[in-house]
C-alpha cells in the first residue's frame, strides 16, 4: 500500500495563519498604579461586568459586554495574575479565535505595559473590518490608559 495514501493516516499537518498586534508604552507610573488604572478603565467604559470574576469583580471568570455598535460581543477573562498579567478572549466576533494579554512589567522610572493580540481570522477577508477595528480600540485604550496612570501618579 502507497504511504499518505492510507485512511488510517492522520491528516498533514496545516500552519495556522494568525493575526498579531502589539501595542507598547512606558507608562510613568509604577506597575501596581497602571494595573490599578487598567482595571477602573475597563469596568468604567463598559459600565461594569456581567459577571464578577474570582477576585472580585475583574478576576477569572469575569465576562463583560463589549460597548462596540452592530456586534454582540462578550469578553471573558481567561488568567489573571495581579498586578502582572491579564489574558482574555472575545466571542461573538467575525473571527474564530480573538486573544488579548495585557503584560505589566517594571522598568527603572515606571512600567511597561505590553497589550497583545491574537487573532484566527476568518477567510475571504470577513475578519479585516473587526481587526482594523480592533487595532484602533486597543491603541486608543493603551494610550488612555498611559495618561491615566500618569495623571494618578503625580
Not at 462596540?68 to 473571527?95: H, K, M, N, T
Amino acid at each position: 500500500m502507497n504511504e499518505g495514501n492510507n485512511p488510517d493516516d492522520p491528516p498533514p499537518y496545516v500552519k495556522k495563519e494568525y493575526t498579531t498586534f502589539v501595542v507598547e508604552r512606558h507608562v510613568d507610573a509604577d506597575r501596581e498604579t497602571t494595573w490599578n488604572v487598567l482595571l477602573e478603565l475597563i469596568e468604567k467604559n463598559v459600565g461594569g461586568y456581567l459577571t464578577e470574576g474570582d477576585p472580585a469583580p475583574h478576576g477569572l471568570g469575569a465576562v463583560i459586554a463589549l460597548p462596540i455598535p452592530g456586534q454582540d460581543l462578550r469578553e471573558e477573562v481567561i488568567s489573571f495574575e495581579p498586578p502582572w498579567r491579564r489574558v482574555y478572549e472575545i466571542s461573538g466576533a467575525p473571527v474564530a479565535l480573538y486573544q488579548g494579554t495585557t503584560a505589566l512589567t517594571e522598568e527603572e522610572d515606571g512600567c511597561l505595559i505590553v497589550w497583545t493580540l491574537l487573532i484566527d481570522p476568518l477567510p475571504n477577508g470577513e475578519s479585516d473590518g473587526f481587526v482594523t477595528l480592533s487595532q484602533q480600540v486597543i491603541t486608543g485604550f493603551v494610550d488612555q490608559i498611559k495618561t491615566v496612570a500618569e495623571s494618578s501618579a503625580n
